[in-house]
């Protein structure tokens, strides 16, 4: 799936000015709002076009140029407002944030997002406005833009889950310690308090239970030094 804002052209024939969409995977159309003008970055607004709404992307069309048309999936907006204070922008309108593939980004206004530029560059684009002709239909794309943007939540990365792999389950470390009889395990049997897996690296949870073990029996240690004390402590007293 693409990041980022990107060009969209796929329209449907036999004079619909619709967008193709990915109706095999389940795409469906949820809303469309004629008569909405587009501020790439600090672009001046498009012309007018029409907002598709989908849900999986939000797509706009425009009524002049049929080979022009911008388009950015759900998972790329980190953030749809209503912006309606005329210090922030000049017409109220549906402000978004837009996650890019680049780390940094060079100062648009200065790069792609330059009213001079010929060639937009939309992977630096981080910023988009919608503006309907009515402004009162705002408050009613905001709730089309939640409702959405709830059908896809954010994926778990796979670096987050291998980030933690030195923790380890209770039931894992059940496993590795086998026929430890000797020694005395006290889990949590409440799975919410589980905070990771080992994703397969057996010898470092083996570590990390060698570690546990080895804990357990200093801990056992003291408790039979400590009783052995007391013990003597009370023949001495006799």
């Given at each position: ?200 690296h057996h010898d470092l949870a083996s570590s990390v239970l060698e570690l546990q ?7 056992d240690a003291e408790e039979m030094e400590q009783d052995s004390d007391t013990g ?7």
């Amino acid at each position: 799936m693409a990041v980022g804002l990107r060009h969209f052209t796929a329209r449907a024939g036999n004079g619909s000015e619709e967008p193709i969409l990915d109706t095999d995977n389940g795409e469906e159309l949820v809303h469309v709002q004629p008569s909405v003008s587009v501020a790439v970055g600090d672009r001046a607004p498009e012309s007018p076009g029409t907002l598709y709404i989908t849900t999986r992307q939000v797509i706009w069309l425009s009524e002049l140029d049929r080979e022009k048309g911008y388009a950015v999936y759900f998972l790329s907006l980190s953030l749809h407002a209503v912006s309606r204070d005329p210090e922030a922008y000049p017409s109220p309108c549906i402000y978004t944030q837009i996650e890019t593939e680049a780390d940094e980004v060079e100062d648009e206004s200065k790069d792609s997002d330059s009213e001079c530029s010929e060639v937009l560059d939309l992977s630096k684009i981080r910023e988009m406005r919608f503006i309907p002709s009515d402004a009162n239909q705002l408050d009613t794309l905001f709730q089309v833009f939640c409702e959405c943007a709830e059908l896809n939540p954010e994926p778990i990365e796979e670096g987050e889950e291998e980030g933690h792999n030195w923790i380890f389950s209770a039931d894992q470390l059940e496993d590795e310690a086998g026929a430890g009889d000797d020694v005395e395990w006290h889990f949590s049997q409440n799975p919410t308090n589980t905070i990771g897996h080992s994703n397969g690296h057996h010898d470092l949870a083996s570590s990390v239970l060698e570690l546990q073990i080895n804990d357990q029996r200093f801990e056992d240690a003291e408790e039979m030094e400590q009783d052995s004390d007391t013990g003597h402590h009370h023949q001495s007293q006799q």
